[in-house]
């Protein structure tokens, strides 16, 4: 597609469940980005890959949160054990094919999720 | 860790006049600046970047000023129009050793007056 896709657009989970977010970043896109957006805050940090490699992890805010990138393509943020102040959007960004961190982001729509 | 922040949640300005809105950050060693769009219920869009070796940089209507001395960013929008409604947010990135991928501020509110 044209830009980066995230399924499902909404998801809403029972505390305790797990989750998987799916992120298409834009094809050629060697970096991909995970964040986690607050309602009225900015996106937070959560994770970054270059190709395959999970380069920095250091924004995933627990170790219930587990992300990969197997084919160096399309990610999968996962969530386990879902508790109510995980509830937020979840962007993916993925950015020029040079790699570089210090370039904008191209932004898909999130997925929102609330857990109950 | 040092962040970026925004002055005003909010800016209310009436239709076809020109907003600025303002950006404070605190990484001195922050070089390359983002002002981005957010409508409600989408990803953030991108309006205009900026590198440190600059003060000013245009697009279509908009202007992003930088100011290193004081550690301020502005982002001006010429002729306000209806669809220029939405949340705005600065980010930045530091190269060569800070932190992968960029940080955000808070974000401000643009409303359109009529």
């Known amino acids: 597609g044209a830009g980066v896709s995230q399924s499902p657009r909404y998801k809403v989970a029972k505390r305790g469940q797990d989750v998987a977010l799916r992120c298409d970043p834009i094809s050629g896109h060697v970096s991909l980005f995970w964040y986690q957006q607050a309602l009225g805050q900015g996106p937070e940090f959560l994770t970054y890959?270059?190709?395959?490699?999970?380069?920095?992890k250091s924004g995933l805010p627990s170790d219930r949160f587990f992300a990969e990138r197997p084919e160096g393509s399309v990610s999968t943020l996962k969530i386990q054990r879902t508790q109510q102040e995980d509830s937020a959007v979840y962007l993916c960004a993925s950015s020029l094919p040079s790699g570089g961190t210090n370039e904008k982001l191209f932004f898909g729509s999130g997925t929102q999720l609330s857990v109950l | 860790g040092e962040s970026v922040g925004l002055h005003l949640p909010t800016l209310s300005v009436q239709e076809g006049d020109n907003s600025i809105i303002n950006c404070a950050y605190s990484n001195s060693a922050s070089d390359y600046f983002i002002w981005y769009k957010q409508e409600s219920g989408k990803g953030p869009q991108f309006i205009i970047d900026i590198r440190s070796n600059m003060d000013k940089r245009q697009g279509q209507r908009v202007t992003v000023l930088l100011n290193k001395t004081v550690k301020h960013l502005s982002l001006q929008i010429a002729a306000t129009q209806p669809g220029d409604s939405a949340v705005y947010f600065c980010?930045?990135?530091?190269?060569?050793?800070?932190?992968?991928?960029?940080?955000f501020g808070k974000g401000t509110h643009l409303i359109i007056q009529p």
């Open positions: 890959f270059q190709n395959e490699a999970q380069l920095d």
């Open positions: 980010a930045e990135n530091e190269s060569g050793g800070g932190a992968d991928g960029l940080t």
